[in-house]
């Protein structure tokens, strides 16, 4: 098997991941209809009360975090569509082929791309839309949905593990989210972190989102960047480190 | 002697079922070896052990004469599974599927989309070709997926109850195609539920029951094992099968059965009835299609093996 069979085999797989979307165009309402109703939800009803009256300051505040927290919910339903695909038996034709164990699912992660740059295209678009406005380049804020794609790639290898242990996509989509609950509400994304009790803000001083948020309220609102960059690109590299070979493995074994 | 399967002593629990409890099986090339047994006999464990799924807890395999165990990437360059349901991806359509899977065995876009083409006519599924596999009908499903196991020309075939849940007639559509496949000299595993199927396809069965060989044989050299014959008669006008029944009957001396539609037979204790038998139904001017002396079907030798007497689906249930 050459060096490149892994990529390409990756490659044919997530072409099969994205027909399916094609197929099923309700398996994109994650990234295109929750953000608007967060965005919306939170500016025009939370926000006149949060920001001290002006909805529009509290909408510049919440846009990245808002990214940030759809890149956590749209991270379930990788873990479940491969918990589907085992169950079903699609993955044994798969298993059965002289194909790299990976490439299932290295390719649905490949898939993936599509629908979290879907997600960074709605989510700013439609913030446009109601009057967020960038205070940086055009560029800076390309780099922010760079970072929000890559980082939601790292956190997929999570979910993914967790497609191969739960024994049902109903349970998959149970654990996962009750893990993102805490994280993308212990975090910045609603209000600053300095409003909560300390020992809170002890957790939301680790919260790997914490940190994304951070870089993109930099690379949007021009907020200082701090230290936020490093400890994003560490967490990224610990979930790979941890959950690639986990997920791997438990692939591997599934019966 | 040449053997495409071998496997010795296969062993494999999942928590307290002990799922097979040493299985050997051997299949000579370019033969067809049936698996009987069933439900919950192991016959689909001793196939994903086989087609590298799953690993054995004891024993070993080995595909063209290369361990299971030790290179299964090798081993799934020679093999083709279709398992008990049909595995194919219901939202591509079926030219998408088998596409795909030429792409993963590293053919070229267009020799992939060749072999699909080729690969949809062989199974009569051109004209569905461009639908989702979704709105496949369950025969149609189960030739795409039988298709999307022979994309690579393997020379080790895994057909994990093939017919299950087909009617009668795709069944025999299946059994044409699995005809075929031996013909062009791959080797088949065929596990099955229907003693009728292996009787018709398999060279060699082996009867597997709570995870162990119980017989191995060919087809005849089962039925020999519970020994007897019967006489079966199919006349050409239905109307009369009660007639026919009394005539048969007579001659063996006990009640003729109704073993099928259209069908009656009696046990008799040897081939001299025969010629009675068509004496007979000539004299009450019966004409038949079909008048058989023949040995015992793989029902009763199953029954025989296992010692129950009754259906073994109800039983387990």
Known sequence: MSALALPRHSLVLAKRNLIGVTRNPEALLDVTFQPVIFLALFTYIFGGALAGGSQQDYLQFLLPGVLAQMVAFASVSIGVNLNTDIEKGVFDRFRSLPISRAAPLVGAVFADIVRYVLMCAVTIGFGYAIGFRAETSPLEVLAAAGIVIAFALCLSWASVFIGTIARTPGAVQGIVLLTMFPLTFGTSTFVPTSTMPDWLQTFTDVNPLTHLIGVLRALMLGDPMGNHLLWTLVSMAVLLVVFVPLALRSYGRRA | MDYAIEAEGLRKRFGDTQALDGVDLAARRGTVLGVLGPNGAGKTTAVRILATLIQADAGS??????????????????????????????????????????????????????????????????????????????????????AASLVGRPSVIFLDEPTTGLDPSKREDMWGVVRSLVHDGSTVLLTTQYLEEADALADEITVINHGSVIAHDTPSGLKRVVGGQR??????????????????????????????????????????VLGDAIYRLNEANIAVTELSLHLPSLDEVFFTLTGRTENPQEVLA
Do not use: C
Request: glycine share 10%.
């Open chain 2, 61 to 146: 395999a080995r595909i063209n004469g290369i361990d299971v165990a030790r290179e299964p990437a090798k081993v799934r360059e020679t093999i083709g599974l279709t398992g008990q349901y049909a595995s194919v991806d219901e939202l591509l359509t079926g030219e998408q599927n088998l596409t795909m899977i030429g792409q993963l065995l590293n053919l070229s876009g267009k020799r992939a989309k060749a072999r699909a083409h080729e690969l949809l006519e062989w199974f009569d599924l051109t004209d569905a070709a461009k639908r989702p596999a979704k709105t496949y009908s369950g025969g149609m499903r189960r030739r795409l997926d039988l």
């Open chain 2, 231 to 272: 006489l079966t008669v199919r006349p050409v006008d239905p109307d009369r099968l009660d007639e026919t029944a009394t005539i048969i009957g007579d001659l063996a001396g006990t009640r003729a059965e109704h073993t099928g539609r259209g069908v009656v037979s009696v046990p008799v204790a040897g081939d001299e």
